[in-house]
């Protein structure tokens, strides 16, 4: 195969990968080239060598004695619920920057996740279970009132009287 030039490609992120392309000589007679590809021409294939070059590392440590240590202790259970947030939730960013404002977002995103698991148990219950929440949430509302901490709840009974 010769190298025939490289392709730059940007992708939705903003990352820039680099591929080398490189072009078969001779497909022509090649018994393969049915299995092969269907193109006319000799075969053109593009290797990022530096993608190759992080594969190939985190393959090492994956399997080195430390690497299978800490996969042993990896917990199972926030799979599922990474999973759903990245692909069914479309969450694959954060939204802002500095530490103490992911920290913040992420606090936001685990807040709706468990409202929205919530509401499935609770949907499945039935309808009693809604009406309590409703309650349970007017109380988890907190606001800073004269210089206190007190819950939604309070204030209106305090607006009340």
């Given at each position: 195969?010769?190298?025939?030039g490289?392709?730059?490609d940007?992708?939705?992120?903003?990352?820039?990968?680099e591929s080398?392309r490189?072009?078969?000589?001779?497909?022509?007679?090649c018994?393969l080239?049915?299995?092969?590809?269907?193109?006319?021409?000799?075969?053109?294939i593009?290797?990022?060598?530096?993608?190759?070059?992080?594969k190939?590392?985190?393959r090492?440590?994956?399997?080195?004695?430390?690497?299978v240590?800490?996969?042993?202790?990896?917990?199972?259970?926030?799979?599922a619920?990474?999973?759903?947030?990245?692909?069914?939730?479309?969450?694959?960013r954060?939204?802002?920057?500095?530490?103490?404002?992911?920290?913040?977002?992420?606090?936001?995103?685990?807040?709706?996740?468990?409202i929205?698991?919530?509401?499935?148990?609770?949907?499945?219950a039935?309808?009693r279970?809604?009406?309590?929440a409703k309650y349970?949430?007017?109380?988890?509302?907190?606001?800073?009132y004269?210089?206190?901490?007190?819950?939604?709840?309070?204030?209106?009974e305090?607006k009340?009287?």
């Amino acid at each position: 195969m010769n190298r025939i030039g490289t392709k730059r490609d940007k992708t939705a992120s903003g990352y820039i990968t680099e591929s080398v392309r490189y072009k078969a000589q001779r497909c022509g007679g090649c018994p393969l080239r049915g299995s092969c590809f269907k193109a006319q021409g000799n075969r053109i294939i593009e290797v990022n060598h530096r993608l190759n070059q992080y594969k190939r590392q985190v393959r090492e440590r994956l399997l080195s004695e430390e690497g299978v240590r800490h996969r042993g202790r990896r917990c199972i259970e926030p799979e599922a619920v990474f999973g759903q947030m990245k692909y069914n939730m479309a969450y694959r960013r954060f939204r802002h920057v500095g530490e103490d404002k992911v920290t913040m977002d992420f606090a936001f995103f685990a807040i709706a996740f468990n409202i929205k698991k919530m509401c499935a148990k609770m949907r499945k219950a039935g309808e009693r279970l809604i009406t309590l929440a409703k309650y349970i949430f007017m109380g988890l509302f907190i606001t800073r009132y004269n210089g206190n901490i007190a819950t939604c709840y309070q204030m209106n009974e305090k607006k009340a009287a």
